[in-house]
C-alpha cells in the first residue's frame, strides 16, 4: 500500500489506522449478514399477510433511503426531487412492459440506464458549483417529472393511471401478485445486495474520498481529489437505486401506476427518513426506513389526527435526537455499556 | 466515533426486535402481554373472517381520500359512511347484528390506499370494502381485493374499474356514457342537429370525447366544431372565436374545475348565441359562484339529489333523497352532495346484500351481483353478471340554472 512508502513517523499510527478500518469493515459484514438473516426469518414469525406486505414497502423504502443517503451523508449534497428518479423508474418499467410487451428484467435494466442519464444531464452541470444547487435542480426535475406523468396522457396514462403491468419473472417464474411471500424475498434480495454494494462503495477509495469532500470540500480538493466528479457519481449511483426501487414498485402487487406516489412529498419522505435515521451511516437510512413506515401505518387508524401527531413526532425526535435515531441509540448503548460492567467488549484496548 | 460503530449491531438487533414486537403484536402464537398493547387495535378479537357470532358487529371497510388533493370528494363520503352506521345500528342493525364501518384515509396516494386496504383485508378482517373515491386508487387496489376475494364497490366512476368486468368490483357514480346518453336524448328531442365540443385535456375531458363522438352519429348529431382546453387555461377566447365561426346551435363543454366556468364567462363576452351545455362534473355550487351571471340558462345533466324538492311526487328516489339532505345537513350543518350519495350507495348495496344473501364476502359479492330495482341516491341500480355497472341513463335529470338555483327541465 502506498502508506508503507510514508517517512517512519507514520508508520506507528498507519497500520493501527489501516487495523481499525479493517475491523471495522469484518463487523460491518457481520453486522448486514446478521441483519439480512434476521429478515429472512421474519415471514416464519409473523401471522399476518399485512405485515409482510407493508415489510415489502419497507425494503422499497430501505434501497430509496440508501441510496439518498449515499447523497446527503457522504456527497454532503440535497436531493428535493429523488421521489422523480423513483418515478422514472416505475413508469419506463411499467410503459415498456405494458405497452411495449418487454421483459420485465430488459425493461429494468432500460428504465436504470435512462435515471442515470438523466441524473448525470442534471448533476453534471450544476455540481460544478459549489453550494446547494443540485437541490434547486433536483426540486425542478421533481416538479417536470410529475408533469410530465399527469401530461403526457398517451404513454403514461396521465392522472387517470397505468394498468396491465406484467408481474416480474424470475427465472422463468412469475412473481404473481397474489404471492406476498415470493415478492418479500425477491425486494429483500434486492435490498441485501444493494445495502452490501453501497458498504463496499462507501469503504472503497471513493468513498473514502466523498467522505472527506463531506468534511471539507476545499481540502478535499486540496489532496487532488476529483470533487464534481464523485459528487456526479454519487449523485447517478443515488438515482440509480431510486430507479431500481421504481421498478420493484411498478411490479408489486399494485401492477398499476399513477402520479401521486412520485411526488413532492415522496421526496420528503425519503428526506425525513435518511435523516432521522442518522445520515452518513450504514444503519441510518434502514432505521428511518423503518420508522417512518411504522409510524404511518399504526397512526393511519387515527385518521384526522395522524399527520399532526406525525409532525409533533418528528419534530421530538429530530430535538431529542439530531444525530438521527441511530446515533442516538449508539450513544444509548455506551451508556448502558458503561453501567453494566459486563457488557464491556475484552476487545476495547 | 469507533466506539458508536462497534455498537452498531447492537443497536440493529434492537431495531430489529423493537419491529418484531410491533408487528407481531396481533399473531396467534402465545406471546405475552408485551405486544398487543403497542397497537391500540379498535375492535380486535375478530379471529375467522366473516364469523356469524350473533351480536358480533359486521365489518365493512371504507376507504376514501379524506386528506390530499380530492379530499372534497373524500369527506363527504367518509360522513355519509358514518353517519348511515349509527342510522343502522339504532334502527336494530343488520340481521339482529350491528354493523361496524371501519373508516381508513388514503391521503389521495395510491401507496396509501393499498397499505389501508391490506390492513382492512388481514387485519381487521372486513367482509366487504367502499371506497376508494378516485379512480387511481381505486385502481390500485383491484389486484389485492380480487386475490383476497373481497367485494369492492367504488365510489369512483372511471369506466375501467368495471370494464371488462371484474369479479369483485363494483362501481356507484353514474358514467360519462350516461351523461352524454342524457344530453344527447335531450338534444334531439328539441331537434338540435349541429353542436361543436369544447373538451378538457384531463382524463376526464377526454373520456367525455370520447362518448361524444361515440354516440353522436345514433343520436342524429352532426359535430361542426372540436375544441380543447387545459384545466389551467384562462384564456379560452380562440377556441371561442373558433367555435363562432360555426353554425353550431349548441356548445358543449366537458371539464371540470374552474375552467368550465371561465368558458361559460367568455362566451357570453363574445357574445355567442348557441345554447351552453355542461357535464355533469360542473353539477356543484362553486360553478355557480365562479360563473356568476353567465352561468344563467345554461343546461346540464345531473343527479336528482341536486332538484329532490321539485322532483314529481311520483319519483321512487324522491323520499329518499329529501330525507338524506336533511339528516346529512342536520348531522354536519353542510348540503348533501353527489360524493357523499356515491358512498351511500356503495354502503346500503353491501348492507342490501347482506340482509338478502349472507354476511360472508362470497355471499355479499353474489347478493351485490344479483340486485335489480334498488333505489338509492344515484338512481336505480340493477347489476348482473356481465354489468358491475348498475345504472342507466335515467340516473340522470337535465337541469338549467335560473336566478342562480338549479331548475328541473321536464
Known amino acids: 500500500m502506498a502508506a508503507r512508502e510514508r517517512p517512519h513517523t507514520d508508520e506507528a499510527i498507519v497500520p493501527n489506522e489501516a487495523e481499525r478500518h479493517a475491523a471495522r469493515r469484518r463487523a460491518e459484514k457481520l453486522q448486514i449478514v446478521a441483519f439480512f438473516g434476521i429478515m429472512a426469518l421474519v415471514p416464519f414469525g409473523i401471522g399476518n399477510d399485512y405485515y409482510l406486505h407493508i415489510l415489502i414497502y419497507i425494503g422499497l423504502h430501505l434501497i430509496l433511503a440508501t441510496g439518498l443517503n449515499l447523497l446527503m451523508g457522504y456527497a454532503g449534497q440535497v436531493s428535493l426531487g429523488h421521489a422523480a428518479f423513483y418515478g422514472i423508474g416505475a413508469y419506463a418499467s411499467g410503459i415498456l412492459t405494458a405497452t411495449y410487451g418487454w421483459n420485465p428484467w430488459l425493461a429494468m435494466l432500460a428504465a436504470l440506464l435512462l435515471t442515470c442519464v438523466v441524473a448525470w444531464l442534471v448533476g453534471k452541470p450544476t455540481l460544478r458549483l459549489r453550494g446547494h444547487y443540485l437541490a434547486m435542480a433536483t426540486l425542478g426535475v421533481g416538479i417536470i417529472v410529475a408533469v410530465v406523468i399527469r401530461q403526457w396522457t398517451d404513454l403514461t396514462g396521465g392522472s387517470a393511471g397505468l394498468t396491465g403491468i406484467p408481474s416480474m419473472t424470475f427465472f422463468g417464474h412469475e412473481l404473481t401478485s397474489d404471492q406476498d411471500l415470493q415478492y418479500y424475498y425477491f425486494v429483500w434480495a434486492w435490498a441485501a445486495a444493494l445495502t452490501v454494494l453501497f458498504a463496499n462503495l462507501v469503504a472503497s477509495r471513493p468513498g473514502r474520498a466523498l467522505r472527506a469532500l463531506h468534511d471539507s470540500e476545499l481540502a478535499a480538493q486540496v489532496l487532488g481529489v476529483d470533487t464534481a466528479g464523485f459528487k456526479v457519481r454519487a449523485f447517478v449511483i443515488s438515482a440509480a437505486y431510486a430507479s431500481i426501487a421504481g421498478t420493484l414498485y411498478a411490479h408489486s402487487s399494485m401492477r398499476f401506476l399513477s402520479p401521486t406516489p412520485f411526488g413532492f412529498h415522496t421526496s420528503i419522505a425519503l428526506l425525513v427518513m435518511v435523516v432521522l435515521g442518522g445520515q452518513g451511516t450504514l444503519w441510518g437510512p434502514v432505521l428511518g426506513a423503518f420508522t417512518i413506515t411504522l409510524i404511518e401505518e399504526t397512526l393511519r387508524p387515527y385518521a384526522d389526527y395522524d399527520i399532526i401527531v406525525y409532525g409533533l413526532l418528528l419534530m421530538v425526535l429530530m430535538i431529542v435526537m439530531p444525530g438521527g435515531v441511530s446515533r442516538a441509540l449508539g450513544s444509548l448503548i455506551d451508556l448502558v455499556r458503561g453501567w453494566v460492567p459486563a457488557l464491556r467488549g475484552g476487545d476495547e484496548p | 466515533m469507533h466506539l458508536l460503530r462497534k455498537s452498531m449491531p447492537l443497536v440493529v438487533l434492537a431495531a430489529v426486535t423493537v419491529t418484531l414486537i410491533v408487528l407481531g403484536g396481533c399473531p396467534p402464537a402465545p406471546e405475552p402481554d408485551a405486544g398487543g398493547e403497542i397497537i391500540p387495535p379498535p375492535g380486535e378479537g375478530a379471529e375467522t373472517p366473516g364469523a356469524t357470532l350473533e351480536g358480533e358487529p359486521i365489518k ?114 353514474q358514467s360519462d356514457t350516461d351523461a352524454v346518453a342524457k344530453i344527447y336524448e335531450y338534444l334531439s328531442n328539441e331537434g338540435i342537429t349541429k353542436v361543436a365540443l369544447l373538451t378538457a385535456s384531463s382524463g376526464y375531458g377526454i373520456s367525455g370525447l370520447e362518448q361524444l363522438q361515440a354516440q353522436a352519429p345514433d343520436a342524429g348529431l352532426e359535430i361542426v366544431a372540436e375544441e380543447q382546453f387545459a384545466d389551467t387555461d384562462t384564456d379560452m377566447n380562440p377556441q371561442l372565436t373558433r367555435i363562432r365561426g360555426t353554425d353550431a346551435e349548441v356548445v358543449i363543454v366537458w371539464g371540470v374545475g374552474k375552467a368550465p366556468a371561465l368558458i361559460a364567462r367568455q362566451m357570453k363576452q363574445l357574445g355567442i348565441e348557441a345554447q351552453l351545455i355542461q357535464s355533469h362534473g360542473v353539477a356543484n355550487r362553486d360553478f355557480i359562484n365562479n360563473a356568476g351571471d353567465a352561468a344563467e340558462g345554461v343546461i346540464l345533466p345531473a343527479g336528482k339529489l341536486l332538484v329532490a324538492e321539485q322532483l314529481p311526487d311520483d319519483d321512487p328516489q324522491k323520499e329518499l333523497l329529501l330525507e338524506y339532505a336533511s339528516d346529512y345537513e342536520e348531522r354536519f350543518g353542510e348540503r348533501a352532495d353527489t360524493f357523499g350519495g356515491h358512498c351511500w350507495d356503495a354502503v346500503m348495496l353491501v348492507v342490501n346484500a347482506i340482509r338478502e344473501n349472507g354476511p360472508t364476502p362470497a355471499e355479499i359479492r353474489e347478493g351485490i351481483e344479483n340486485t335489480t330495482g334498488f333505489h338509492g341516491i344515484g338512481g336505480e341500480f340493477n347489476f348482473s353478471e356481465d354489468a358491475h355497472y348498475g345504472l342507466s341513463p335515467d340516473a340522470f335529470v337535465m337541469v338549467r340554472i335560473e336566478d342562480g338555483d338549479w331548475t328541473l327541465i321536464e
Open chain 2, 60 to 173: 365493512i371497510g371504507g376507504i376514501f381520500d379524506i386528506t390530499g388533493p380530492a379530499s372534497s370528494l373524500g369527506v363527504p363520503e367518509r360522513n355519509t359512511a358514518q353517519m348511515l352506521e349509527d342510522q343502522i345500528n339504532e334502527e336494530g342493525g343488520v340481521n339482529g347484528r350491528p354493523i361496524e364501518i371501519v373508516i381508513r384515509d388514503t391521503k389521495g396516494d395510491e401507496t396509501q390506499g393499498i397499505n389501508a386496504v391490506r390492513e382492512l383485508i388481514d387485519k381487521e378482517n372486513v367482509v366487504a370494502i367502499v371506497g376508494p373515491s378516485r379512480s387511481g386508487t381505486t385502481l390500485g387496489i383491484i389486484d389485492t381485493v380480487t386475490n383476497a376475494e373481497i367485494p369492492l364497490v367504488s365510489c369512483a366512476a372511471s369506466r375501467k374499474i368495471t370494464e371488462p368486468t371484474k369479479k369483485w368490483v363494483f362501481s356507484t357514480p
